[in-house]
């Protein structure tokens, strides 16, 4: 019998005690490593990556999404939910409601794996978006809907679908996001969520049409966007691919995505779109080579013709071809061009959002893939989160100076923070926050316009939202120029908004200091964005006078010789508190003129712009009453079509039933005996539609058609027609209503806007109705020659008839 052996247990205690110890220890280090390494990624603005997959699901097609699929996204949105005029929500198409709720019923089986979202808008009724969000209680509904259809079906988030807001609804575009997330916070708390609830925009893929979007205030209220970064010849008329990664003078991925990351500095909030469709067109010769990667479609082409990938044949996919310039797939036989994304072309795609840092990638749409699942399964194997976590993109100062809103310059020249001017006694002047360099630097008295040898004036608006810089030469061919905008706030003070504003307002101030001692300078209050704000502070006591004080503050504190009041638009019960607005304005700034410190010997300046149409201005102008207390009236004498059911040109002189030029000014000659207070106005973009009847079809009387079918109206400005793809060389011209036009007749495109031959016109209209001058938005739309500037700038103006001679036959 072996003995026994009897071991000691106290070591082994000893030593599972040192053991557990090490584990407890190690945990606890590697939560506090982590609990660290978040704080530090946090306080560094570089949060944990979270690569997004957005899948859009259609309405429209017969394929249904699978679990397979939803298992590859983080984040599914269903296309759409269709606007009415309202803000009432509606599902588009007869099957829209099966498919969403079929849609629903999977997706949330596997929450929170993804985040189920819906989109609202749509392209067919996305064009009421801007009205909506324009008027309070339209724009309250339309987000009460949002949330009630978002509570009821317990979905994760929204998906606003405006692919073209316009410089207009700037302003009211970010007030409605962020009285949405507000909204949606205010649901979260209520429905006690733990996570927030998601907002995503799209945005277009052309850098011209985001005159819409102050990206960067945008950013703020939205937790990402998804660009359409394909159909980039849709509006350029011409045949090409679908989505050219780099190549081309019409646009790019490249271009699109670097002007964004650039612009907003945080490319982790963008998703790069791509399509799950090709695109076909017949009788059209190939579009590569030559240095181009684009032709003009010719009128015997037809197209482009959309195919789902799942419908593009086997035989098709297998004879492609690839353009390493685009890193674009592509068929090309028999005149017939077909344009799509493969399995090549993708994964250069995912390279390229993984090299740059992109946050995600949205995919239109997803049930448009074949059985197989092939372009989102090449979407789904690349991770993003490997790639660069830094900028990649070198941005010019330009585009960085003008996108982070900070008071940058590459001068020598300091630029100091304007104050908001919340003062109530005007008479306590704070101190001078000027330019340094506005007091020192010397006039350059450049050569006055032609117009201003009879006093008659031209003026320009500059503006915070363009991206072209101010010059000198601009200035020096103006006798008056407006900074647009100081925003109106709820209280009646007014302020500009944020750093950028303050920038190119400094730099206007400063260049119009050193070009001209006689050149005025003026700040327009109000603007789209804060003009329902008139109504109510002009009919509180209280509220009129902050508003009249903190104009006159800002007016002494930097130097300036008026103000411009945009107010769109007064109204009938707005009519006699306006009038007395104006009185109490006038009244406050002679009191201004007459502190012996200023030894001003001028007036200050006031002027005001009025719709063009006549029951508009019948309604809600005293005009005559307003002539007592403001120095001239600036006549917004374009966007005739506005209210967006016809198409027709952008600012006729004569003809149509819409109203025109003509009939606006004979209106105001008549009604005041004043034509020299009355200065027309003239625009230096363009506007076009798509899919459009030409309404311009000969020289009669009418010039307007039915919208019908037609997208649009878009917005083009002077100095980007040619990048957008029209040719100059074609523009025709109206003798009826002196217009400038150009029709496409194979794409149906139909585009109205000034030249230099219209311009002409309308200044030889000023001259022989004695009109007191031209009002030009915007001067930076204008091209770096200055064309349409040197038009307008150059032209005699001038009269030998008497002041106020009326050149109408007035009704008694």
């Known amino acids: 019998m072996s003995p026994t052996v009897i071991?000691?247990?106290?070591?082994?205690?000893?030593?599972?005690?040192?053991?557990?110890i090490l584990i407890i220890c190690g945990i606890i280090s590697f939560a506090l490593s982590t609990s660290f390494w978040y704080i530090y990624d946090y306080n560094n603005n570089e949060l944990p990556c979270r690569f997004r997959l957005v899948g859009y699901y259609s309405y429209w097609t017969t394929s249904e999404v699978t679990l397979r699929q939803l298992r590859k996204l983080t984040h599914i949105s269903f296309v759409f939910l269709a606007i009415d005029e309202n803000g009432s929500l509606s599902f588009a198409g007869d099957s829209g409601e099966e498919r969403f709720l079929q849609m629903k019923k999977i997706a949330l089986s596997i929450r929170p794996d993804i985040k189920v979202m819906f989109s609202v808008g749509s392209d067919k009724t996305a064009f009421h978006f801007s009205k909506i969000v324009a008027e309070r209680e339209k724009k309250r509904f339309l987000i009460n809907s949002i949330i009630s259809f978002l509570d009821e079906n317990d979905l994760d988030g929204v998906d606003v679908f405006w692919s073209f807001p316009s410089k207009q609804d700037r302003r009211s575009y970010i007030r409605f996001l962020r009285e949405l997330k507000k909204s949606?916070?205010?649901?979260?708390?209520?429905?006690?969520?733990?996570?927030?609830?998601?907002?995503?925009?799209?945005?277009?893929?052309?850098?011209s049409e985001f005159e819409g979007f102050n990206l960067v205030e945008i950013m703020e209220s939205v937790d990402f966007v998804n660009v359409l970064t394909y159909d980039y010849y849709f509006t350029s008329h011409k045949v090409g691919p679908l989505s050219p990664l780099y190549g081309g003078s019409e646009g790019n991925v490249d271009e699109t995505?670097?002007?964004?990351?650039?612009?907003?500095?945080?490319?982790?909030?963008?998703?790069?779109?791509?399509?799950?469709?090709?695109?076909?067109?017949?009788?059209?010769e190939l579009p590569f080579g030559n240095n181009s990667i684009w032709i003009p479609m010719s009128s015997e082409t037809k197209g482009p013709f959309r195919l789902q990938w799942n419908e593009i044949t086997p035989n098709e996919k297998a004879v492609t071809k690839w353009d390493n310039?685009?890193?674009?797939?592509?068929?090309?036989?028999?005149?017939?061009?077909l344009t799509f994304e493969n399995e090549k072309s993708m994964r250069e795609k995912m390279k390229y959002a993984e090299d740059h840092n992109i946050g995600g990638i949205s995919i239109w749409v997803i049930d448009e893939d074949d059985d197989e699942n092939t372009l989102l399964n090449v979407v789904f194997s690349v991770d993003l989160c490997t790639g660069s976590s830094l900028q990649t993109y070198t941005c010019d100062s330009?585009?960085?100076?003008?996108?982070?809103?900070?008071?940058?310059?590459?001068?020598?020249?300091?630029?100091?923070?304007?104050?908001?001017?919340?003062?109530?006694?005007?008479?306590?002047?704070?101190?001078?926050?000027?330019?340094?360099?506005?007091?020192?630097?010397?006039?350059?008295?450049?050569?006055?316009?032609?117009?201003?040898?009879?006093?008659?004036?031209?003026?320009?608006?500059?503006?915070?939202?363009?991206n072209a810089d101010l010059r000198e030469e601009q200035l020096g061919k103006l006798t008056h120029v407006i900074y647009l905008f100081a925003t109106v706030q709820d209280d009646g003070s007014i302020k500009l908004d944020n750093k950028r504003t303050e920038k190119r307002f400094l730099d206007l101030k400063d260049k119009a200091h050193s070009v001209r001692s006689d050149l005025k300078m003026m700040i327009g209050v109000g603007g789209h964005a804060t003009s329902y704000r008139f109504s109510s502070i002009v009919s509180d006591d209280g509220k009129r006078k902050i508003l009249i004080d903190s104009i006159v503050s800002f007016i002494d504190e930097q130097d300036l010789d008026g103000?411009?009041?945009?107010?769109?638009?007064?109204?009938?019960?707005?009519?006699?508190?306006?009038?007395?607005?104006?009185?109490?304005?006038?009244?406050?700034?002679?009191?201004?003129?007459?502190?012996?410190?200023?030894?001003?010997?001028?007036?200050?300046?006031?002027?005001?712009?009025?719709?063009?149409?006549?029951?508009?201005?019948a309604e809600g102008y005293d005009i005559n009453e307003i002539l007592k207390s403001v120095d001239f009236l600036n006549v917004l004498t374009y966007d005739y079509y506005f209210n967006g059911d016809r198409v027709g040109p952008h600012s006729p002189i004569y003809g149509g039933t819409r109203g025109n030029i003509d009939e606006t000014m004979k209106y105001l000659t008549c009604k005041?005996?004043?034509?020299?207070?009355?200065?027309?106005?003239?625009?230096?973009?363009?506007?076009?539609?798509?899919?459009?009847?030409?309404?311009?079809l000969d020289d009669s009387d009418e010039i307007w058609k039915d919208k019908g079918n037609a997208a649009g109206p878009f917005a083009v400005r002077w100095r980007e027609l040619v990048t957008n793809g029209w040719d100059k060389s074609t523009t025709r011209f109206h003798e009826k209503s002196k217009t400038s036009y150009i029709w496409i007749s194979e794409t149906k495109h139909f585009l109205t806007f000034e030249n230099e031959r219209s311009l002409a016109e309308k200044a030889k209209y000023v001259k022989e109705h004695q009109l007191g001058g031209i009002l030009i938005w915007a001067i930076d739309q204008d091209d770096d020659q200055n064309t349409l500037l040197n038009a307008v700038s150059s032209a005699d103006i001038c009269s030998q008839k008497e002041k106020e001679y009326i050149n109408y036959i007035c009704d008694k």
């Open 257 to 284: 995505m670097k002007y964004l990351s650039c612009k907003t500095k945080n490319p982790r909030k963008l998703n790069m779109g791509v399509s799950f469709y090709g695109n076909r067109f017949l009788n059209t």
């Open 672 to 696: 005041t005996r004043q034509p020299s207070k009355i200065n027309m106005a003239v625009p230096f973009y363009g506007t076009f539609w798509r899919n459009a009847s030409l309404p311009l």
């Open 325 to 337: 310039v685009t890193r674009t797939e592509y068929v090309y036989d028999d005149r017939k061009f």
């Open 7 to 20: 071991l000691d247990k106290k070591p082994l205690k000893v030593a599972f005690s040192i053991l557990a």
């Open 184 to 207: 949606l916070v205010e649901l979260k708390i209520e429905k006690g969520r733990t996570e927030d609830y998601v907002i995503s925009i799209i945005a277009p893929q052309s850098p």
């Open 398 to 466: 330009k585009t960085t100076t003008t996108t982070a809103f900070q008071s940058t310059t590459t001068t020598s020249t300091t630029t100091t923070p304007l104050p908001t001017t919340t003062t109530t006694d005007f008479q306590s002047t704070t101190t001078s926050r000027q330019l340094s360099s506005s007091t020192t630097s010397s006039k350059k008295d450049s050569k006055l316009p032609p117009a201003a040898s009879c006093g008659k004036r031209v003026f320009g608006y500059f503006t915070e939202w363009e």
């Open 563 to 617: 103000v411009d009041i945009f107010w769109i638009w007064s109204y009938e019960d707005d009519k006699l508190h306006y009038s007395k607005f104006l009185r109490e304005l006038r009244k406050a700034l002679n009191i201004l003129k007459s502190f012996e410190k200023k030894k001003r010997a001028e007036d200050y300046l006031i002027s005001l712009i009025i719709p063009p149409k006549i029951a508009t201005l």
